[in-house]
């Protein structure tokens, strides 16, 4: 599902560059739920962002899905992104001023889906994250749990090949944390594959594989016991 090979990225120039990855290969199968787990710096993002598609590498081959996508300009980017991958956020990322159903459908604005049928299909899937009767709230009128629930609903709309969670309980208490981390359990076993950024070891205990980075590179590549 995701084939990387010596992935580099390096932000700014001169005295102030940064390596944010250094040589970075990795490889996931489908089906697959990874942790990324790092301290603040490591490189977590920045890696989550060019395996989303959200951004390009310095150097090095990435392909998703079997397309290699590094060397895309941005409007085929965005077409892969919208076609196969979805995103969960810690900040949940929702228009304000769309309703529930509006967000998860949002995505679809921008295929030839009508919209009567992406709404409906946003409502079935508001009611799959348990906010069946939340479908005409808005962001503000939610509490953060239901926020990421939205938001995972929209992750799912244009049913994706990967979901990618960059700290998707962030901003979440524990006891939130661990009903969105079921969500995503669910999705896992329900065939998708999540890749999952955290910098919580109970968070990342809901994976099956832990990839751990420091400085821009890979230090740890292991599965977890079941
Ligand atoms: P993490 O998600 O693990 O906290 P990041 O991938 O966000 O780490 O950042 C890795 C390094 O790259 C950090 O030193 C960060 O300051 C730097 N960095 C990230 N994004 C940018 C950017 N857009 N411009 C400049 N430096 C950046
Ligand atoms: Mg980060």
């Known amino acids: 599902?995701?084939?990387?090979?010596?992935?580099?990225?390096?932000?700014?120039?001169?005295?102030?560059?940064?390596?944010?990855?250094?040589?970075?290969?990795?490889?996931?199968?489908?089906?697959?739920?990874?942790?990324?787990?790092?301290?603040?710096?490591?490189?977590?993002?920045?890696?989550?962002?060019?395996?989303?598609?959200?951004?390009?590498?310095?150097?090095?081959?990435?392909?998703?899905a079997g397309q290699p996508v590094s060397s895309l300009d941005d409007t085929s980017l965005s077409a892969m992104r919208n076609q196969h991958i979805g995103f969960i956020f810690q900040s949940f990322h929702l228009l304000p001023r769309l309703t529930a159903a509006e967000n998860v459908a949002l995505p679809l604005r921008y295929t030839d889906i009508p919209t009567e049928i992406a709404l409906q299909r946003a409502e079935h899937l508001l009611q799959q994250v348990g906010l069946g009767h939340r479908m005409d709230h808005k962001p503000y009128e939610m509490s953060g749990g239901q926020r990421q629930r939205v938001a995972i609903a929209r992750a799912l709309v244009n049913s994706p090949k990967v979901i990618f969670a960059d700290e998707p309980t962030g901003n979440l208490d524990s006891k939130t944390s661990v009903e969105i981390m079921q969500l995503l359990t669910n999705l896992h076993q329900q065939g998708n594959t999540v890749v999952m950024v955290t910098h919580e070891d109970e968070i990342a205990a809901y994976a099956q594989r832990v990839i751990r980075m420091r400085d821009g590179i890979i230090i740890e590549d292991s599965l977890c016991q079941a």
């Open 1 to 64: 599902m995701i084939e990387a090979k010596g992935l580099s990225k390096v932000f700014g120039s001169g005295d102030t560059q940064v390596h944010a990855l250094r040589d970075v290969s990795l490889s996931i199968k489908e089906n697959e739920f990874v942790a990324i787990m790092g301290s603040s710096g490591s490189g977590k993002s920045t890696l989550m962002n060019i395996l989303g598609c959200l951004d390009t590498p310095s150097s090095g081959q990435y392909a998703l």
